[in-house]
């Protein structure tokens, strides 16, 4: 059974096109490890997630390639969540706005800042 939490961390997690037709490929050759191997090297995605991502990829689902698109993604997964992070973000708490979206995904610190920060910019150009 996958998690809530690998899924969301999944669907949130920019991967490249490129990557991503590459690791359907591969899994439709069979060669499952390789293609997890090819998603995680890229895209900062776990060794719980990547299988999560791959079976997304599989069954059809677009995962985001841009950081703009994940975030999109996310206020259609979590919108009490990414309302939460604009809070802390209009209080100046980037660091505490990271720190709740890494407690509540399997995001790793890099896609972290780089998701928090779209919101901010997001935010700043409203």
């Known amino acids: ?61 677009t995962l985001p390639t841009t950081y703009s698109q994940a975030l999109d993604a996310l206020r259609q997964l979590d919108a009490p969540l990414v309302a939460e992070m604009t809070d802390l973000l209009s209080s100046s708490h980037r660091d505490s706005a990271i720190k709740l979206l890494r407690e509540r995904t399997d995001i790793d610190l890099a896609g972290g800042y780089h998701l928090v920060t779209e919101l901010s910019v997001q935010l700043d150009t409203q």
């Open 1 to 61: 059974m996958t998690s809530t939490k690998a899924r969301t961390t999944a669907l949130i997690t920019p991967i490249e096109q490129g990557v991503q037709d590459e690791a359907k490929a591969l899994a439709g050759e069979g060669r499952t490890a390789k293609a997890i191997r090819r998603l995680r090297k890229d895209s900062g995605l776990g060794l719980g997630t990547a299988p999560v991502a791959l079976d997304l990829l599989i069954q059809g689902h």
